[in-house]
């Protein structure tokens, strides 16, 4: 489908960490799928310093009722757009590719009683505008969401993840990973090696299962390669529409 450019005004450019922003904004965004992303696009400097303009893919993190979008994005060292985007204010101008795309939707799910949603660093974000929907809520006895990250500081949306624990508090964990320091609740490693030797599904009290479970993976290529690797130790198989599994993943970079 042909992409359409729609302006956006900045409301809040939200600083979680040094690397890490919340960007609100405000655009005529047409019916969307959580978990489907948007690419946005901005000035960025060329070679010779002549302002062009550049785009990138990002996860919309609100729900499709809520009046701003957001995305949760982190500075790339030399990354030309996810540094424009850091330096953005409130009521600044850019530019958002319509509609929606992306197949990392529930409705590409197949039922399952229990779905482990597993996110490294910003992959947490389509899983944030999932559960803002009834959908995960209704289809799913248990839903556990797993965020790795670097240092505990990025354990970003606490606010957001824990009103989910309250409203749902048997049906839903978050289990926190710190790959580079030790964190109170947080378990301490990568997500493939804390499937393998045991540790995730004892913190979450569930079996991670062929039977049971359909496992989403999103982050970065590596991190998706080695859970998928572990997985199918389980006998688990990527999810295809023509051939049902119980992996689905969308890969960052
Ligand atoms: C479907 C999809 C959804 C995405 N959603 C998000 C999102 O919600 N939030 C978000 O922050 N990013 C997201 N990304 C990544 C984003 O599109 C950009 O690639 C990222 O912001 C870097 O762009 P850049 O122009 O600043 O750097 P570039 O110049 O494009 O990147 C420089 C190098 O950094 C690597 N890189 C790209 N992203 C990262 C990263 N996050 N951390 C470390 N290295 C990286 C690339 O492999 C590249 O080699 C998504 C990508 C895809 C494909």
């Known amino acids: 489908m042909a992409s359409n450019w729609i302006p956006a005004k900045v409301i809040e450019n939200r600083v979680l960490t040094a690397r890490h922003f919340s960007l609100i904004f405000d655009a005529q965004l047409m019916p969307f799928e959580a978990g489907q992303f948007a690419r946005l696009q901005v000035d960025v400097p060329d070679e010779d310093g002549h302002m062009v303009k550049a785009a990138k893919p990002y996860s919309l993190i609100n729900s499709p009722e809520e009046k701003y979008g957001e995305v949760y994005f982190n500075i790339v060292p030399g990354g030309k757009v996810s540094n424009a985007l850091a330096a953005l204010k409130p009521g600044d101008s850019l530019e958002i590719?319509?509609?929606?795309?992306?197949?990392?939707?529930?409705?590409?799910?197949?039922?399952?009683?229990?779905?482990?949603?597993?996110?490294?660093?910003?992959?947490?974000g389509p899983y944030l505008s999932m559960l803002k929907t009834a959908e995960p809520w209704h289809r799913f006895q248990k839903i556990i969401l797993v965020h790795a990250v670097s240092h505990a500081e990025e354990l970003t949306y606490q606010e957001l993840i824990?009103?989910?624990?309250?409203?749902?508090?048997?049906?839903?964990?978050?289990?926190?990973?710190?790959?580079?320091?030790?964190?109170?609740?947080?378990?301490?490693?990568?997500?493939?090696?804390?499937?393998?030797?045991?540790?995730?599904?004892?913190?979450?009290?569930l079996k991670i299962s062929k039977e049971e479970s359909h496992v989403m993976i999103c982050g970065n290529s590596g991190f998706l390669k080695d859970t998928k690797e572990v997985l199918k130790k389980r006998g688990m198989e990527r999810h295809l529409n023509h051939k049902p599994g119980q992996i689905s993943s969308e890969q960052y970079f």
Do not use: N
């Not at 197949?103 to 910003?122: K, N």
């Open 97 to 124: 590719a319509q509609p929606c795309v992306g197949f990392f939707v529930l409705s590409q799910i197949p039922d399952a009683r229990h779905i482990w949603m597993l996110a490294t660093g910003t992959g947490i």
């Open 162 to 205: 824990m009103r989910f624990k309250h409203d749902h508090p048997s049906q839903f964990g978050y289990i926190p990973v710190v790959s580079r320091e030790d964190y109170p609740e947080a378990l301490r490693g990568r997500i493939p090696a804390l499937i393998e030797d045991g540790s995730l599904e004892k913190k979450a009290g």
